[in-house]
């Protein structure tokens, strides 16, 4: 009995460990921040937001396919999965890249957006692992609903940011261009 006390107790400090060094227990801080503008090679999506990863990856083996190398991914998604049905939840996914990239690719046959000057809200969270998107997302979601309601604003769309060479997982609420950004989509 004293042996099977002994393994769950193990167990649960190793999963309370790697949940800390994934920066789960730390809080979510909100700043208003003026997004920078930037370029992306990007693909729209619809279904359920799980299958973002995919998409992204088929974008970055485009990229790599013309010579061109990049490690920060983007996805903008325009729906609430608690309010839209899987099926139809739209987003637009891909590659960040800079401006001499960007010109590169015109008339290649991929799809380039540049993204505007934008205020928004920005939380950041730490990445350490794959499970570190799933984390982030559980925890960011949430304190933005709470922070925005008290703000009383409720932007219609995300941006998360993956820079894996920075180990960082970016999210911006805009608050302003939303029509501009929508429009990605269309």
């Not at 167990?11 to 992306?40: Q, W």
């Not at 015109?106 to 950041?124: R, V």
């Not at 949430?142 to 920075?166: C, H, Q, S, W």
Request: proline share 5%; with cysteine; aromatic share 16%.
């Amino acid at each position: 009995m004293e042996l099977i006390f002994l393994f769950f107790g193990s167990f649960g400090a190793v999963v309370i460990l790697f949940l800390a060094y994934s920066g789960f227990f730390k809080p979510v801080l909100f700043t208003k921040v003026e997004r920078t503008p930037f370029y992306a090679a990007f693909t729209k999506a619809q279904g359920d937001y799980k299958d973002i990863p995919h998409k992204q990856i088929e974008v970055f083996n485009a990229l790599q396919n013309k010579g061109i190398e990049s490690n920060v991914s983007f996805g903008i998604y325009y729906d609430d999965p608690k309010k839209v049905a899987k099926e139809q939840l739209r987003a637009v996914c891909g590659v960040i890249i800079d401006e001499a990239q960007a010109k590169a690719l015109e008339g290649s046959g991929i799809e380039l957006l540049s993204f505007p000057k934008t205020q928004s809200y920005k939380a950041g969270f730490v990445y350490k692992s794959g499970l570190s998107i799933m984390l982030a997302i559980i925890k960011v979601y949430p304190a933005f609903k709470k922070f925005a309601k008290r703000l009383g604003v409720e932007p219609r769309m995300t941006l998360e940011i993956y820079d894996f060479p920075n180990k960082q997982i970016e999210f911006y609420f805009p608050l302003e261009n939303e029509e501009a950004l929508s429009g990605f989509y269309a």
